[in-house]
C-alpha cells in the first residue's frame, strides 16, 4: 500500500489502516460524487442505497466504506436526504486513494470502483479491484463491472426482457 491515506469521516480525521476495524478485510466503494457534480451519479446512488440496507449484516464479516472526493457534510446531507442509516462515508478529498485505486486523474472526474484490502497485522494488501467502464461492454450491451452487485440488476437479470438498453435508475422518478 502507498501510503495510509487520511480521510474525512463522520467524527473527524481518520487513518486508513483505522477503517478496518475489528476486521481483517475492507471492501471500499468509490462513490460517484466529486465536488464538481451538482448531485451523486444514480447508478452509484442506487448501488449504495441497497447497500444500506445490508450494512448492518456486512459489518458482521468485513469493514466497508464508502469514499467520495467531496466534502463530508455534503455526503451526509445527501445520506439524510436518502433516508441511508447505516453507510460508512469518507472523504478522500484531501488525498490521493481515488487516483490511485480508481484510475482518476485531476481532470476525469470520478470513477466507480470497488476494491478490497485485506490486513495482516502491519501490512496492508491490495487483494481485488472492479472498475465500471464502456471498455467492459459487450457490443450492445451495458458496461459489466462495479454496478454488476447491484441488487437490482439481478432481478432484471432473471427476466426475459433482462437489463435493457434504456433504463436506469434515477435520483428521483
Avoid at 9 to 26: C, D, E, I, M, Q
Avoid at 136 to 143: E, F, K, L, N, V
Wanted: glycine share 10%.
Amino acid at each position: 500500500m502507498p501510503e495510509d491515506y487520511v480521510f474525512e469521516g463522520a467524527s473527524g480525521p481518520v487513518k486508513f489502516s483505522a477503517l478496518f476495524g475489528r476486521h481483517n478485510t475492507l471492501i471500499t466503494y468509490n462513490w460517484m460524487f466529486g465536488p464538481q457534480r451538482e448531485r451523486p451519479c444514480p447508478m452509484c446512488t442506487s448501488l449504495l442505497g441497497a447497500y444500506d440496507g445490508e450494512m448492518p449484516d456486512i459489518l458482521q464479516r468485513v469493514a466497508f466504506a464508502v469514499i467520495a472526493t467531496s466534502p463530508i457534510d455534503r455526503m451526509q446531507a445527501f445520506a439524510r436526504e436518502r433516508g441511508w442509516r447505516h453507510l460508512p462515508l469518507y472523504s478522500s478529498g484531501g488525498n490521493d486513494f481515488n487516483r490511485d485505486y480508481a484510475g482518476e486523474t485531476p481532470d476525469s472526474g470520478d470513477v466507480p470502483a470497488f476494491n478490497v484490502f485485506r490486513s495482516d497485522g502491519e501490512t496492508i494488501r491490495h487483494f481485488w479491484a472492479a472498475e465500471m467502464g464502456p471498455g467492459s461492454a459487450d457490443p450492445g450491451q451495458d458496461p459489466r463491472g462495479a454496478p454488476d452487485p447491484m441488487p437490482i440488476w439481478n432481478l432484471l437479470d432473471m427476466t426475459p426482457e433482462g437489463r435493457g438498453k434504456d433504463w436506469y435508475p434515477k435520483l428521483s422518478y
